[in-house]
């Protein structure tokens, strides 16, 4: 009996769906094979894997996970790592690491060799790992907004989490530091998650840190009117454990 059309065209939409998520797993997999058959990798994997494991299971998320999100504050060197099962979920803590060195002020990057970190909404672009940093990750700098709100014609790149303990610009962590969180983004990624975000923020955007901003940094209007473009993400994910999308005004603000 011939195949009605309707069924034809449902038939061909399975077979290209199978097939995108043949080629997607199989990019994956190619992707994990080259990453460990780098030493450091692969001495990464085998010395924190089972460890990282055992932290998700204590917060009842499996592991290797699917949705990961990084959350860093300048001011407190401090870098968050957080999950969940789903979209529908709830992200949950699960560890707190030190960034061990910082350059430039708070306050977004703005231009090339500013020695500044960059402050907003990213997300991690690539791996490296024959870093001359032990291993590191690059993130998304410039993004849109950077784009939009520098007045600088070069605006520089090259922001990644790496090892090595020096920066001029980047959010560095010890060797040993950098082995684990490298592990785990590269389990996320091979895992469906292709990009992983991170946020960076001045300071904690509570009470406390708006203070501190506004007297520390009363002489900066213009950092003053970016941080507040900020806070309306970091009230909602303080308030409900979710990410909002990121959504941008005309001329390159975080709407959201």
């Excluded at 590269?186 to 501190?212: D, F, M």
């Amino acid at each position: 009996m011939p195949k009605s059309p309707l069924l034809k065209i449902i038939l061909c939409c399975t077979v290209l769906l199978a097939g995108r998520q043949a080629m997607a797993q199989s990019d994956a997999d190619n992707f994990k094979n080259f990453q460990l058959s780098c030493a450091r990798v692969s001495d990464a994997w085998k010395k924190y894997n089972d460890s990282l494991a055992k932290d998700f299971k204590k917060k009842n998320i499996a592991y290797p996970p699917k949705d990961i999100f990084l959350r860093a504050f300048k001011a407190q060197n401090e870098l968050e790592l957080w999950g969940r099962n789903n979209e529908n979920s709830e992200y949950k803590m699960i560890k707190l690491y030190h960034i061990c060195a910082l350059s430039g002020f708070l306050g977004p990057k703005r231009a090339e060799g500013d020695r500044q970190v960059p402050e907003g909404y990213y997300f991690i672009e690539d791996f490296n790992p024959k870093s001359e940093y032990y291993l590191s990750m690059l993130l998304n700098y410039p993004n849109y907004s950077d784009n939009l709100q520098s007045t600088k014609a070069k605006r520089g790149g090259d922001i990644y989490i790496h090892g090595g303990c020096v920066t001029v610009g980047c959010m560095p962590m010890t060797d040993e530091g950098i082995q684990e969180i490298y592990t785990l983004c590269l389990n996320a990624k091979v895992n469906g998650e292709e990009n992983i975000p991170v946020h960076i923020y001045p300071t904690r955007l509570n009470e406390k840190g708006w203070s501190y901003l506004a007297r520390e940094y009363a002489a900066y209007p213009e950092k003053q009117v970016f941080w507040a473009t900020l806070r309306a993400g970091y009230d909602y994910f303080e308030k409900h454990h979710k990410i909002l999308p990121v959504m941008y005004t005309p001329d390159g603000r975080y709407a959201n």
